[in-house]
Nanobody, 117 residues
Framework: QGQLVESGGGLVQPGETLRLSCAASGRNFSSSTLVWYRQAPGKQRELIAVIDSSGTTSYASSVEGRFTISRAKVKNTVLVYLDLASLKPEDTGVYYC?????????WGQGTQVTVSS
């Protein structure tokens, strides 16, 4: 069965940087579009960054210019990264990676990012 596993979250101060990683394995996810979502406390999950199989990216306006999504493949695992820069307290939340493969949604377990001084 396919699975997604995120890592890299933590507690950082405003203005700092962080890299999140997501490893997608167990299926041939090479052609899948990969998406990062964020769920802030008390709010709905929101889409923040997308990368398709060709490397084309798009971002939510709230993170455009500060966050960068990228992808790589190592053997049978697709890796998707989210580089977070100029972090703000409002970037605090649980970050999830997601993909859809053969009409089935796959989600990671989430990784917590807390931005606080």
């Amino acid at each position: 069965q396919g699975q997604l596993v995120e890592s890299g979250g933590g507690l950082v101060q405003p203005g700092e940087t962080l890299r999140l990683s997501c490893a997608a394995s167990g299926r041939n996810f090479s052609s899948s579009t990969l998406v990062w979502y964020r769920q802030a406390p008390g709010k709905q999950r929101e889409l923040i960054a997308v990368i398709d199989s060709s490397g084309t990216t798009s971002y939510a306006s709230s993170v455009e210019g500060r966050f960068t999504i990228s992808r790589a493949k190592v053997k049978n695992t697709v890796l998707v990264y989210l580089d977070l820069a100029s972090l703000k307290p409002e970037d605090t939340g649980v970050y999830y990676c997601h993909l859809n493969y053969l009409w089935r949604d796959y989600w990671g377990q989430g990784t917590q990012v807390t931005v606080s001084s």
